[in-house]
């Protein structure tokens, strides 16, 4: 049996309890806010205003076996929506993200302290939320299992540091090299104690080789895709009565690719039309902020609306310089709409270039345009490659995640 816990219940997080449990190896999930269905959070999930609950909605078959502590992620997202960003601090902030993870973290492992929990022989947790539970647990001769859902931290320094050259108007975006030597000494602690690591994509696992020491077992579990969405209608009037309908998910950071982004359909004029959803790193970029006055810009979705909103353009560029996965590359897949992306994200795992979507090299402007162009050229790929995209999000919905993640962890555990 194996104890999970996660700070937020995002996605994946949702499929590997499910997984777990299914499997009939998951004794206890503990998370800050968990809703079921017909609950009481689920029910206030229906006020508009409250739609972001139903992120945090788990299988019911979890109800009896998860542990909620919600007071530190209420606060945080109540100090949020307040405006009261000292709260919330990077870091420093009583509400912080890194305090969430933390007070998580301890919950969890006061739980492996607990004299009933014979059966139990292991604790899996995630990046910023192990090191207390992981040190409880190889006292108590249980095994770590550790899950890294970004790139390993050195080589996020090492890839973005030039991107801090290339585009300086755009590092203030680059909050990663806020992180103080002590969050990132505790990063190494939590993966130096594991005994096995999960990712979720190649480029992930090939980061960790810039650890400075040996590490345990690293599994590459790529991500789930959603239900695939029906009636995918495709434009043939693409370059002829409109211009390309281009849409980006993601934080507003030039880790994400923003700025090349920006520049490229710059270059390609009214031949492009590019839609913005996401928030932004920081209030300190000006040139963030005069780019978005020149496009369509929306700071915020609803999960199912952000579906929506995909299924409406017809290509989702995700340009990112370091990505654990990029869970908008599956969402977008899953709803007709081919993807450009590189080959610092899931890409490679899911994408057959020119196939069901596009590769290109990260942080390459030209890349980017090309493949664009490319697309303005033959309007028809736009169909072919959402259709494959649908084709392969059928293939692997989040279930089969759940599945190789609950085998992989029974292996384990055996």
């Not at 994946?12 to 777990?20: E, H, I, S, W």
């Not at 609306?305 to 290509?315: G, P």
């Not at 590189?342 to 990260?362: C, F, M, S, V, Y």
Request: some cysteine; hydrophobic content about 40%; proline content about 5%.
């Amino acid at each position: 049996m194996v104890i999970f816990s996660h700070p937020t219940g995002n996605a994946n997080a949702r499929a590997a309890a499910y997984g777990l449990a299914k499997a009939g190896i998951l004794k206890e999930f503990y998370t800050s806010i968990a809703s079921f269905e017909g609950d009481f959070l689920d029910r206030l999930s229906d006020i508009p205003s409250l739609s972001e609950i139903k992120r945090r909605k788990f299988h019911q078959d979890l109800k009896a076996i998860t542990s909620t502590w919600p007071w530190m992620e209420l606060g945080r997202l109540l100090s949020a929506k307040a405006g009261l960003s000292s709260l919330t601090a990077h870091e420093t902030g009583l509400f912080s993200v890194d305090h969430v993870y933390q007070s998580i973290d301890k919950r969890a492992s006061l739980s492996l302290r607990s004299p009933y929990k014979t059966a139990v022989k292991a604790i899996y947790s995630y990046e910023d939320a192990a090191r207390i539970s992981f040190s409880t647990a190889r006292k108590n001769g249980l095994s770590c299992i550790y899950d890294l859902p970004i790139g390993y931290w050195r080589t996020a320094r090492k890839l973005l540091e030039s991107e801090r050259t290339i585009w300086p108007e755009w590092a203030a975006t680059l909050t990663g090299f806020k992180d103080s030597e002590e969050k990132l000494s505790r990063k190494d602690e939590e993966l130096k104690m594991a005994d096995l690591i999960l990712v979720a994509s190649q480029f992930t696992a090939k980061t960790l080789e810039d650890f400075p020491g040996q590490l345990a077992p690293v599994k590459v579990i790529p991500y789930g895709f959603p239900p695939v969405g029906e009636g995918r209608h495709y434009a043939s009037s693409i370059g002829q009565q409109r211009p390309l309908k281009l849409l980006f998910v993601g934080g507003l950071s030039q880790r994400k690719g923003i700025a090349n982004l920006f520049e490229a359909v710059k270059r390609l004029g009214k031949h492009v039309e590019l839609t913005i959803v996401g928030g932004k790193a920081n209030n300190d970029c000006k040139i963030l902020n005069e780019e978005l006055s020149r496009y369509r810009w929306i700071p915020s979705l609803p999960h199912h609306e952000i579906l929506a909103i995909m299924r409406e353009h017809d290509v989702l560029v995700f340009p990112s310089l370091f990505e654990g996965f990029g869970l908008v590359i599956t969402e977008a897949m899953s709803q007709g709409t081919p993807v450009i992306t590189t080959d610092r994200t899931a890409g490679p795992d899911l994408i057959k270039h020119g196939d069901n979507g596009w590769l290109i090299e990260a942080g390459s402007t030209d890349a980017l345009e090309n493949a664009i162009s490319e697309i303005l050229h033959q309007p028809s790929l736009v169909a072919r490659a959402g259709e494959n995209a649908m084709d392969t999000a059928r293939m692997r919905p989040w279930e089969r995640y759940g599945y190789e993640l609950a085998e992989t962890v029974a292996a384990t555990i055996k």
